[in-house]
Nanobody, 120 residues
Framework: QVQLVESGGGLVQAGGSLGLSCTASGTIFSINAMGWYRQAPGNERELVAHITSGGRTNYADSVKGRFTISRDNAKNTVHLQMSSLKPEDTAVYYC??????????????WGQGTQVTVSS
């Protein structure tokens, strides 16, 4: 079994910065894509940023130029550095990963979520 554990959420003022990390643990052969999603109250979960095993990144238009996703393949970790935060960035942020474990085909996993609150 594989677990994704996020850390780094919290409360920050508008214009500030915050970093999130997510580490995968368990029986892991390889990890394909990793990403961060968020869900605000009353909204659907949405993609924030995505990174392939080769380092190709993709961002939601709302965070381009402000957020940076990166990964450390040796540590099975993905990071999200957030800057110039806005109150509308307030949400629960979830880590997501496609993990090859004991099966040939990857399984998609979610973290438990970490709260990010941006005050105005």
């Amino acid at each position: 079994q594989v677990q994704l554990v996020e850390s780094g959420g919290g409360l920050v003022q508008a214009g500030g910065s915050l970093g999130l990390s997510c580490t995968a643990s368990g029986t892991i052969f390889s990890i394909n894509a990793m990403g961060w999603y968020r869900q605000a109250p009353g909204n659907e979960r949405e993609l924030v940023a995505h990174i392939t095993s080769g380092g190709r990144t993709n961002y939601a238009d709302s965070v381009k130029g402000r957020f940076t996703i990166s990964r450390d393949n040796a540590k099975n970790t993905v990071h999200l550095q957030m800057s110039s935060l806005k109150p509308e960035d307030t949400a629960v942020y979830y880590c997501n990963a496609d993990v090859r474990s004991t099966s040939y085909y990857p399984t998609n996993y979610w973290g438990q979520g970490t709260q990010v609150t941006v005050s105005s």
